[in-house]
């Protein structure tokens, strides 16, 4: 197996996306080997606050806030 992102078990995201399927989809797609295209990543190494919102993409899921 590659690299990891070294935010991967601490990633607030998964919080509120709790579900097996999609965790699954977002650790396969961005979590694992080629972390760096992750947005909320890429925010954090820059010292910029994360929303929690923010999806790995960069879109924004306002259903998360609740």
Same mark, same amino acid.
């Given at each position: 197996m590659g690299e990891e992102c070294p935010k991967l078990e601490d990633c607030p995201i998964f919080e509120k996306y709790s579900s097996d399927a999609s965790r699954k989809i977002w650790v396969k797609s961005y979590c694992r080997d080629i972390y760096e295209k992750c947005e909320r990543y890429q925010k954090m190494q820059r010292g910029e606050d994360v929303p929690i919102?923010?999806?790995?993409?960069?879109? *924004?899921?306002? *259903?998360?806030?609740?």
């Open positions: 919102t923010m999806l790995p993409s960069g879109e *924004h899921a306002e *259903h998360l806030k609740k």
